[in-house]
């Protein structure tokens, strides 16, 4: 199949840049399940905007943004994306209410947005749609691109590996051809030509234990990328996200993954410990509403130090305000048996976003002719240590509208760089056995294992090697299942899942200090010296 733009990922990112690359030529996106599963869908708490004047709090500006932005960041911010991606806010926010995304209005002013506040941000700018903001923006960029010319959409297929014709440490010639795609349904696997390939692909929480992410997010379009040669920076910082709901009882991975949104602390519920003490503001005075690196460890010590095994968010300062702002939330907890209406939600930290990833420059190209990475498959310097509550979804859709800029500047379709060599077709193996796919459940379950307990909120160097050594034999069993068998999506979840915990794991090892979600207990102080990108490459 050949197209003039293929997109890998269907969430804010990925919908984005297909419905304007439409107007331009031919698009395919490509998701490996339903179009609806992304992190985008998930996202709860809404899109941070600084708008027009008129339209916003009239205590902000961009200024406050971008040095709430940089704060939160822990250093490793670059200035001149945050500015970049928090002035074209307003902008964004007019084209996914162009496209049908319908935010929450003011009651008393219906012609304003109703702003909430969320950690690490100094006043109201976040728009939402109650406590489903990601799933109404998803659902309009969903339906505008099925009704939008020029576009493919196909579900259930798995984008195996990217198809280039440069060697690994060559720059002469580098440049991306296309990809090889699993059609799930029938188990093949067909090439998809395009000199034009954008990884909009999302994070990878399932490479720990616990997480907020849906069952999707396992690092592909980083490990796609790694294998082909891009440069990849900062995957040490992965952050975990304060408030994911704790019930042992709860059945189902939706239950132990469910994400209590920040935005319940910006209005005004706070974290207790199992005594009914407000204790995170033992490590910062914005307490509850601190940055979510200071917050997720606040709970981690908090749990370590009363060998409890959660803490507590309390929602009752909001009152009747809480069913009627978070209904969504309220009405999934009575699901799981707890009204917290009655009584606090227990919460731990769970995996949430990976700050690092594809370095890109602010036109989401990266180190690969042709390809582009945007969304949280990218490293553009936005989020630095540690992303800013909200930002995501920004980020996504500006740099979906920048990456599409500057290709249509450079590269627009009909003009082709250079020929393209023939694309040697894939060979598939034969079939994995039943048994086979119990020692792949056991592999997955070991690694997330791993990571959770050596590599999560709180490290140490020793941990990090002993997660190393055990990710050793992993690899070395995952090359065995997919040299030896059929591509399965098991496997290549898996294979992908081994590769981004590597990559953390060296990260890791690599900064020899504390920084935003990167904590250890062997470097404890932030260094001036170390204030830099970790930047990794497969030679």
Not at 2 to 16: E, H, K, P, R
Not at 46 to 55: D, K, R, Y
Not at 101 to 111: C, L, N, Q, S, Y
Request: hydrophobic share 35%; proline share 4%; aromatic share 6%.
């Amino acid at each position: 199949m050949t197209s003039d733009f293929l997109v890998i990922g269907s969430g804010v990112a990925g919908l984005s840049f297909a419905i304007k690359a439409a107007q331009h030529g031919t698009v395919t996106v490509i998701t490996k399940g339903e179009l609806m599963n992304s992190n985008t869908a998930w996202a709860q708490g809404g899109i941070s905007a600084v708008l027009p004047e008129g339209l916003r709090d009239p205590n902000d500006d961009c200024a406050k943004h971008i040095d709430d932005t940089l704060d939160a960041g822990g250093g490793l911010c670059h200035h001149d994306a945050v500015q970049i991606i928090v002035e074209e806010a307003a902008e964004t926010i007019e084209e996914l209410v162009a496209w049908g995304t319908e935010f929450d209005r003011d009651h008393e002013e219906p012609e304003r947005y109703s702003l909430g506040k969320e950690g690490g941000h100094s006043e109201r700018r976040i728009l939402h749609a109650k406590d489903t903001t990601g799933r109404e923006i998803a659902t309009s960029l969903v339906e505008t691109a099925r009704k939008t010319k020029n576009i493919t959409l196909l579900e259930n297929h798995y984008a195996v590996d990217l198809i280039t014709t440069g060697k690994l440490g060559s720059v002469t010639d580098d440049r991306v051809l296309g990809a090889y795609v699993l059609e799930i349904a029938t188990g093949k696997v067909h090439t998809f030509e395009s000199s034009r390939v954008i990884l909009a692909t999302g994070g990878c929480g399932k490479v720990y234990l616990y997480t907020t992410n849906p069952d999707s997010a396992t690092g592909d379009g980083l490990a796609m990328a790694w294998r082909a040669g891009a440069t990849i920076s900062n995957m040490e910082f992965v952050q975990f996200h304060p408030t994911c709901f704790y019930n042992p009882a709860a059945n189902g991975p939706e239950a132990r993954s469910f994400l209590v949104s920040e935005a319940v602390r910006g209005e005004g519920a706070v974290l207790i410990n199992h005594k009914g003490r407000e204790f995170v503001t033992d490590h910062d005075p914005r307490g509850s509403l601190a940055p979510r690196d200071i917050v997720a460890r606040a709970i981690d010590t908090e749990i370590k130090r009363t060998g409890a095994p959660c803490v507590f968010l309390d929602v009752s300062p909001l009152g009747n305000h809480f069913s009627e702002r978070f209904p969504f939330i309220h009405e999934t907890l009575l699901t799981y048996g707890h009204d917290a209406t009655k009584k606090p939600i227990p919460v731990v930290p769970a995996a949430h976003y990976q700050c690092g990833g594809v370095v890109t420059d602010l036109q989401g190209k990266t180190t690969i002719r042709g390809l582009y990475a945007i969304g949280e498959v990218a490293c553009t310097g936005l989020h630095g240590a540690n992303r800013l509550a909200s930002n995501s979804l920004l980020e996504g859709n500006v740099m979906a509208r920048r990456a599409l800029d500057a290709i249509m500047k450079a590269f627009p379709p009909g003009k082709e760089a250079l020929s393209a060599p023939e694309i040697r077709s894939w060979e598939s193996g034969d079939a994995a056995p039943p048994d086979e796919l119990v020692n792949i459940y056991h592999n997955w379950d070991e690694l997330r294992r791993t990571m959770q307990d050596y590599v999560s909120i709180v490290r140490t160097d020793n941990r990090l090697l002993r997660a190393s050594r055990r990710l050793i034999n992993l690899r070395k069993e995952v090359r065995e299942f997919y040299w030896g068998n059929c591509v399965t999506p098991e496997i290549l979840e898996l294979r992908n899942l081994v590769t981004t915990a590597s990559l953390i794991i060296d990260s890791a090892l690599q900064r020899k200090e504390s920084r935003g979600s990167h904590h250890t207990l062997d470097y404890p102080e932030t260094k001036e010296a170390c204030k830099k990108d970790t930047l990794l490459r497969r030679f």
